[in-house]
């Protein structure tokens, strides 16, 4: 009793260390790869069901073919002519029905190859613009814009394909293999010898190949990086003519990206070759065979023909599906590649209290922050027991130097970021709170530093926020940033053209369009981040006059290092050393003085 209790034991730890060291991951990371691309491609099983059986009568109709040039082939050494036609109208016809089939399996699958990608690509543009703020940060641009595009173009191409491809060559290679073996077992024996060590191999193979094509797509994601960084700086590696150093800087890139991709392809290679001896090897030993089979008489020359050509089939099939497997492991790599995107924690959303708060939104929010501690990365905090306060009706300003801060409060209070510690909400006229979050920020208008704007006309990068604005609304917003003016002498108008970012206009005047935008939108809550630093003096406090006259319970934030706006603001905070202060009236005079 107690001995069978040990060897059960004994037998389970060695089950288990079996099976660890059979899988190291490799395995298991492959299927849930694979689970995740046919949570897509679920929805088109019934196309990929009929994709998989006109596979299989084409691949069926193939050996039928072969089968019936046998008997051809026999009828005609053996002179027997009265079954010639009707073995040759089995032949044709079955060849023409397969290579039909053929053809319809090729316009199936590239058709749901498009499919896939685009459902794809939206499934995940959406799931990236809804990413949590700080997660979806860590990505670099290029890096995005190839799990995007190359990625999703990988997984795509072999998302619905594979299984019907899969289930078509193992079918294929099983019914060779009853053909082969109906007519000789040690035929089919021999067509199965390299079987064994493919599967030994086949662990070690998968995990290098996704360990190449994995640097590969690194490299690839840091070159576009390197690429759209460049084009987006156009106009500063111009003007600092660094031409040259951009120039070597590419082409070092694309010496990482030769190297890692021509590793790629030497491991590729040593498989092929690796694959090909082994296939030359089965087919050597299948022709000496069959002839020594035909040299004693056991067969006749139809049933070698069909030998051989079953036997050069088998390799084909047996390539075809040697073939889809780096494709499928290629597709895992792109797929978890994908889903680190994908599984990027969300924004929080509340919508349940989208309706009081609209309501609420009538009569302005005041922006409460209190006792906040933030950082970004641990050991280094930003913001300390923090507060702050800005009511309807109010211009807030925070000020400090460079660094302290500011935008990182500005992006609490939009709820792109979350207090570690401390409550960030807004509260009602009623004196109702609700913390801030993603769905909060609707009530919000934001112009960020830098060009904001968009290629197309200045309708178009004002109607972002109001797709059905009136051009008369787009007027009177524009008239509110001070920036009727000069869009009116523009050619066309609202609708002159600009370019990428806003080319087509100056800095100054880029800005008065964002805080346009920011206008037309009418939020309760308008935050300006540095937004008035390119205007004089006179129009930047112009511009906020008219915001607070046309708008007057508007809650307004700004963050600015110019002394302009101050005498403008009824409260202003200072962020420094990680503490936000509000200064007193005495403070604030001598700010004003000091700047
Ligand atoms: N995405 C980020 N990841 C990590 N650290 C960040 C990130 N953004 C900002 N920081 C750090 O947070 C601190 C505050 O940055 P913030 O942009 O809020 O300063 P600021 O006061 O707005 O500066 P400026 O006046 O120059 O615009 C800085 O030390 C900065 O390095």
């Known amino acids: 009793m107690q001995y069978s209790g040990f060897n059960k034991i004994l037998r389970s730890v060695f089950v288990q260390t079996l099976l660890n060291k059979l899988d190291d991951g490799t395995f298991s990371d492959f299927f849930e790869d694979w689970k995740w691309i046919f949570s897509y491609s679920r929805k088109y099983t019934k196309v990929i069901i009929c994709y998989t059986i006109i596979g299989i009568i084409s691949s069926t109709l193939g050996l039928v073919s072969s089968v019936a040039s046998k008997y051809m082939i026999d009828i005609i050494t053996g002179y027997q002519f009265e079954k010639l036609w009707l073995v040759a109208v089995i032949m044709v016809s079955s060849m023409v029905v397969s290579l039909l089939f053929t053809s319809l399996v090729n316009r199936y699958s590239t058709k749901l190859s498009i499919y896939v990608n685009n459902d794809m690509q939206a499934d995940i543009f959406d799931r990236i613009i809804d990413a949590d703020w700080l997660s979806i940060s860590q990505f670099e641009n290029g890096d995005i814009l190839n799990r995007f595009n190359n990625d999703v173009n990988t997984v795509a191409s072999n998302a619905v394909s594979w299984l019907p491809n899969l289930i078509i060559y193992v079918y294929s290679i099983a019914a060779t293999l009853a053909v082969i073996l109906y007519y000789d077992a040690t035929m089919a024996l021999i067509a199965l010898l390299s079987a064994p060590i493919l599967l030994l191999s086949g662990r070690y193979l998968m995990r290098k190949n996704s360990e190449y094509r994995r640097k590969v797509l690194e490299v690839n994601s840091k070159l576009m990086n390197y690429e759209v960084e460049t084009f987006y700086n156009f106009d500063t590696i111009k003007s600092f003519g660094v031409m040259e150093h951009y120039s070597k800087g590419l082409r070092g890139w694309q010496e990482r990206f030769k190297q890692t991709n021509l590793a790629y392809n030497l491991f590729t290679i040593k498989t092929n070759i690796g694959m090909s001896v082994l296939s030359a090897g089965v087919s050597f030993l299948a022709f000496g065979y069959c002839l020594f089979r035909l040299w004693t008489g056991d067969i006749l020359y139809g049933t070698m023909t069909l030998f051989l050509e079953q036997r050069s089939k088998l390799s084909n099939q047996f390539s075809n599906l040697v073939r889809i497997i780096p494709g499928m492991l290629n597709s895992a790599v792109s797929a978890r590649r994908i889903r680190e995107l994908v599984e990027l924690p969300r924004e929080v959303h509340m919508p349940e209290q989208s309706e009081r708060m609209r309501q609420a939104a009538q009569h302005g929010f005041t922006v409460q922050l209190e006792h906040v501690n933030f950082a970004y990365i641990q050991e280094h905090r930003v913001l300390t027991d923090s507060n702050f306060i800005a009511s309807p009706g109010e211009i807030v300003a925070l ?197």
């Open 399 to 595: 000020v400090g130097p460079s660094g302290e801060g500011k935008t990182t409060m500005l992006r609490m209070i939009l709820g792109l970021l979350h207090p570690n510690q401390g409550t960030a909400q807004l509260v009602t006229q009623d004196g109702e709170t609700v913390p801030i979050h993603a769905d909060t920020r609707r009530y919000f208008s934001y112009v960020p530093q830098g060009n904001t704007l968009m290629s197309g006309t200045i309708a178009d990068n004002l109607r972002v926020v109001k797709e059905d604005a009136t051009e008369e609304e787009i007027k009177q917003a524009l008239e509110t940033a001070c920036a009727w003016e000069f869009v009116q002498k523009m050619p066309d108008g609202i609708h002159s053209l600009l370019g990428t970012r806003g080319r087509g206009v100056s800095e100054g005047q880029a800005q008065r369009i964002s805080i346009a935008r920011a206008v037309l939108r009418d939020a309760p809550i308008l935050l300006l981040d540095e937004a008035t630093s390119a205007l004089d003096v006179a129009t930047e406090r112009q511009v906020l006059r008219n915001i607070m006259h046309r708008h007057p319970n508007k809650t307004c934030i700004v963050t600015t290092h110019r002394p302009s706006v101050l005498n403008l603001c009824q409260r202003i905070y200072r962020v420094i050393d990680t503490k936000v202060t509000q200064l007193d009236e005495q403070a604030s005079n001598q700010m004003v003085q000091d700047f």
